[in-house]
């Protein structure tokens, strides 16, 4: 099993790209979330979607938009980039939360927006 | 959602016991108390979660009072490789299951 997979690792745009973020989990889990991690800083949930077919906003949504493909996938999309957007991105996944289960991370994506 | 406070830093010397606590003061009946280890440039990995008393795994104990207003994450024997950032999470058990709340971490420098 790879878990939760994320592509790319490394990612550098100029202000106004747009770019995805693509996330996969094989652990055939309902929960899927997409966290920033600035500098020196916890994680901040962006969106989540607690199963397939719905998303729901976190705490940091705005310049972003998500979309659950399936129940692997689920993808991030900035459309037009910031520098303010200069952050490590992680996708997790998991069974639902309600029942106390643990979320589970991808690698991350380091993205510079210049 | 309750809020957390954590040390922001610790620092420890290998071989031994090192107990980290989390304040969680509005922590809500029905809610779980989860840990998260992180390492430089890995996404969070889980630790330990538990609900009341003691909960004990491989790895670490949880401790929890009767009021669950707080919680001590114990490592028993650190090790260089302990070093990383701790989190105290409380999982809300219904309604907004996906809004948890990281915040700074407790940062445990393990030295030689």
């Known amino acids: 099993n790879a878990g939760v997979t994320q592509t790319p690792k490394f990612q550098v745009l100029k202000t106004g790209q747009s770019m995805t973020l693509q996330c996969a989990q094989d652990?055939?889990?309902?929960?899927m979330y997409w966290y920033r991690q600035d500098p020196g800083m916890g994680l901040r949930l962006i969106y989540y979607?607690?199963?397939?077919?719905?998303?729901d906003k976190g705490e940091v949504p705005n310049g972003y938009n998500v979309s659950r493909l399936n129940k692997r996938e689920f993808s991030l999309r900035l459309e037009s980039a910031a520098p303010s957007q200069t952050s490590v991105y992680f996708c997790?996944?998991?069974?639902?939360?309600?029942?106390?289960?643990?979320?589970?991370f991808g690698p991350g994506t380091r993205l510079t927006v210049l | 959602l309750a809020k957390t406070t954590q040390p922001i830093s610790m620092d420890s010397y290998e071989g031994q016991e090192v107990n980290i606590t989390c304040s969680h003061n509005?922590?809500?009946?029905?809610?779980?108390i989860t840990w998260y280890q992180q390492f430089p440039s890995q996404g969070p990995r889980f630790i330990i979660q538990g609900y009341k008393t003691k909960v004990t795994n491989e790895v670490a104990s949880l401790f929890i009072p009767a009021d669950r207003k707080s919680s001590t994450l114990s490592l028993p024997r650190v090790s260089l490789s302990d070093t990383a950032v701790y989190y105290c999470l409380v999982v809300p058990i219904s309604g907004n299951t996906g809004k948890l709340i990281f915040g700074q971490g407790t940062t445990l420098q393990v030295k030689p």
């Open positions: 652990m055939n889990h309902n929960s």
């Open positions: 979607s607690a199963s397939e077919g719905t998303t």
């Open positions: 997790a996944s998991s069974e639902l939360l309600a029942q106390g289960n643990e979320q589970f």
């Open positions: 509005n922590i809500a009946t029905n809610d779980y």
